[in-house]
């Protein structure tokens, strides 16, 4: 499955989302905090095919979110071997659970680090 049509229909999913809160809050005041993001957590099962390599150097998370701490950094053309995917409810984005190769080091990636190279992929 593509990571594009996967995003474009997160996308789209938030996008409604955004509007039926935006529509539901017009009571709220303006001067309302925007709320903070949240570093989230999934199931991580083993069920997905899924053999990617890193575009460059980036830190594997312990969650699924740029707020979250990380694991490790990670360096360009790694390959990352996806268990599952999940989308941040924050920014809807596409990130994997998976396994750095060669290695027991475990965490999330988002999808925007990697490139395809073989496999498929399920949610978690």
Same mark, same amino acid.
């Not at 080091?105 to 925007?112: A, L, V």
């Given at each position: 499955?593509?990571?594009?049509?996967?995003?474009?229909?997160?996308?789209?999913?938030?996008?409604?989302t955004?509007?039926?809160?935006?529509?539901?809050?017009?009571?709220?005041?303006?001067?309302?905090?925007?709320?903070?993001?949240?570093?989230w957590?999934?199931?991580?099962?083993?069920?997905?095919?899924?053999?990617?390599?890193?575009?460059?150097?980036y830190?594997?998370?312990?969650?699924?979110g740029?707020?979250?701490?990380?694991? &490790?950094?990670?360096?360009?053309?790694?390959?990352? *071997?996806?268990w599952?995917?999940?989308? /941040?409810p +924050? =920014? @809807?984005?596409?990130?994997?659970y998976? &396994?750095?190769?060669?290695?027991?080091?475990?965490? *999330?990636?988002?999808?925007?680090?990697? /490139?395809? +190279? =073989? @496999?498929?992929?399920?949610?978690?």
């Open positions: 499955m593509a990571f594009q049509g996967i995003k474009r229909k997160a996308g789209v999913v938030l996008a409604a955004t509007l039926l809160t935006a529509v539901s809050g017009l009571a709220a005041t303006s001067a309302q905090a925007a709320p903070t993001a949240t570093c957590s999934s199931n991580k099962p083993n069920n997905s095919s899924l053999k990617t390599t890193l575009k460059g150097t830190n594997l998370k312990k969650g699924i740029s707020v979250c701490g990380n694991v &490790r950094s990670v360096s360009g053309g790694t390959v990352f *071997y996806v599952c995917g999940a989308v /941040n +924050d =920014s @809807g984005v596409l990130w994997f998976g &396994r750095v190769a060669g290695t027991e080091d475990k965490g *999330y990636m988002s999808s925007d680090n990697l /490139n395809y +190279d =073989s @496999g498929t992929w399920s949610f978690c």
